[in-house]
């Protein structure tokens, strides 16, 4: 079945710039999605097909997809960003979903 | 305004069953895949099913296919989760999750969720 990998952690400085890592083989011919989920509360949807962004989310959110590494920047990082993201694809070879483990971001 | 609204939960015993609703609404509810999702305590997001926009297609992960049956009313904006010989590794808390069309691709909208707790 095909995997996913994040790293466990990702911590950055207030007003700098964080990249979390997805991992898969061949991920660049998938189209990837992004969650975002704080503590106590439903996921939410912050980047599709790569690096779409639902209405509401900003712009300092982007996401990117190449080879076997997919990544969602986040610039200019808040306070408020700090959450936990994971990353997401279809795998059509099995018909299932696929999550990433899931990364904490840490806002230092 | 989309809302998914989760009912059903509790506690229950290995072995048991437990049948878990989402009530949609807000949207074309037969226009889109419906999907739960589920994430045990202090671990990560972890897909169990999905079904298609009139139901003739179903899909589950492995650690539940033959236990758990995924299912929908059209003409009441509900999707099912009926969970059969449940286990330990089944507690967690399931969301209900509306796909962005006909395909499950991703997302757009989460239900708060539902929390299933299996134990003695």
């Known amino acids: 079945s095909y995997v996913l990998t994040q790293p466990p952690s990702v911590s950055v400085a207030p007003g700098k710039t964080a990249r979390i890592t997805c991992g898969g083989s061949?991920?660049?011919?998938?189209?990837v999605h992004w969650y975002q989920q704080k503590p106590g509360q439903a996921p939410v949807l912050v980047i599709h097909?790569?690096?779409d962004r639902p209405s509401g989310i900003p712009e300092r959110l982007s996401g990117s997809n190449s080879g076997n590494t997919a990544t969602l920047t986040i610039s200019r990082v808040e306070a408020g960003d700090e959450a936990d993201y994971y990353c997401?694809?279809?795998?059509?070879?099995?018909?299932?979903?696929?999550f990433g483990g899931g990364t904490k971001l840490t806002v230092l | 305004e989309v809302q998914l609204v989760e009912s059903g939960g509790g506690l229950v015993q290995p072995g048991g069953s437990l049948r878990l609703s989402c009530a949609a609404s807000?949207?074309?509810?037969?226009?889109?895949?419906m999907s739960w999702v589920r994430q045990a305590p202090g671990k990560g997001l972890e897909w169990v099913s999905a079904?298609?926009?009139?139901?003739?297609?179903?899909y589950y992960a492995d650690s539940v296919k033959g236990r758990f049956t995924i299912s929908r009313d059209n003409s009441r904006n509900t999707v099912d989760l009926q969970m059969n010989s449940l286990r330990a590794e089944d507690t967690a808390v399931y969301y209900c999750?509306?796909?962005?069309?006909?395909?499950?691709?991703?997302?757009?909208?989460w239900g708060q969720g539902t929390l299933v707790t299996v134990s003695s």
């Open positions: 061949n991920i660049g011919t998938k189209s």
């Open positions: 999750a509306k796909s962005a069309g006909l395909a499950v691709a991703f997302f757009d909208y």
């Open positions: 079904i298609s926009g009139i139901g003739d297609y179903t």
């Open positions: 097909y790569d690096s």
């Open positions: 997401q694809v279809w795998d059509s070879s099995s018909d299932h979903v696929v």
């Open positions: 807000g949207f074309t509810f037969s226009s889109y895949v």
